[in-house]
T-cell receptor, first 116, second 118 residues
Framework: AQTVTQSQPEMSVQEAETVTLSCTYDTSESNYYLFWYKQPPSRQMILVIRQEAYKQQNATENRFSVNFQKAAKSFSLKISDSQLGDTAMYFCAFRSGNSGNTPLVFGKGTRLSVIA | GAVVSQHPSWVICKSGTSVKIECRSLDFQATTMFWYRQFPKQSLMLMATSNEGSKATYEQGVEKDKFLINHASLTLSTLTVTSAHPEDSSFYIC??????????????FGNGTRLTVT
């Protein structure tokens, strides 16, 4: 079974600064997908960024980028120019690529606070 | 596009009663939907995988007779919490993938249902 580990329960960052959230995972599969989701106080799940395991290039979405180290099974999220609206819970998630109907496996989350 | 509607968003019920939560994909068809449960300040834990036209697959430790799942159409899955007890109070979230999209497409989430059992 796959597991996802987020070792930072809470983090804080000053507005406009950069912060990195860590995530490691364990799997024996070679085909899979990794995601970062944001959950603000409204509890809506918002996709931040995703990465296909077969792609070596790190995904980037505006201020959000990942550092995907496949051999180390590491998938960290970097948020640049942090904004107050980035305050939320961030979940790293794994999904098997063996079929189109596999669920997401989530880490325990990191609560990020952006301080003005 | 790719909207998942979950209803109700908030419900309070008395202990011993049953509550039904609906999850609808509004603009796409989903052969599979997933039900998650989230306790306060915790992660999302997969409860079951709902398959259209067949029985749901439950995760270990989830009582299938207590959490009844029905996926009668390609756009609707329901979760019924039967004989609810206070320990069933939680946040329940459904998610689905457009069956027409590629494998790497993300799951789409409903906005969740906060259940409080008194």
């Amino acid at each position: 079974a796959q597991t996802v580990t987020q070792s930072q329960p809470e983090m804080s960052v000053q507005e406009a600064e950069t912060v990195t959230l860590s995530c490691t995972y364990d799997t024996s599969e070679s085909n899979y997908y990794l995601f970062w989701y944001k959950q603000p106080p409204s509890r809506q799940m918002i996709l931040v960024i995703r990465q296909e395991a077969y792609k070596q290039q790190n995904a980037t979405e505006n201020r959000f980028s990942v550092n995907f180290q496949k051999a180390a099974k590491s998938f960290s999220l970097k948020i640049s120019d942090s904004q107050l609206g980035d305050t939320a819970m961030y979940f790293c998630a794994f999904r098997s690529g063996n079929s189109g109907n596999t669920p997401l496996v989530f880490g325990k989350g990191t609560r990020l606070s952006v301080i003005a | 596009g790719a909207v998942v509607s979950q209803h109700p968003s908030w419900v309070i019920c008395k202990s011993g009663t049953s509550v039904k939560i609906e999850c609808r994909s509004l603009d796409f068809q989903a052969t599979t939907m997933f039900w998650y449960r989230q306790f306060p300040k915790q992660s999302l834990m997969l409860m079951a995988t709902s398959n259209e036209g067949s029985k749901a697959t439950y995760e270990q430790g989830v009582e299938k007779d207590k959490f009844l799942i029905n996926h009668a159409s390609l756009t609707l899955s329901t979760l019924t919490v039967t004989s609810a007890h206070p320990e069933d109070s939680s946040f329940y979230i459904c998610s689905a993938r457009n069956r027409e999209s590629s494998y790497n497409s993300p799951l789409h989430f409903g906005n969740g249902t906060r259940l409080t059992v008194t």
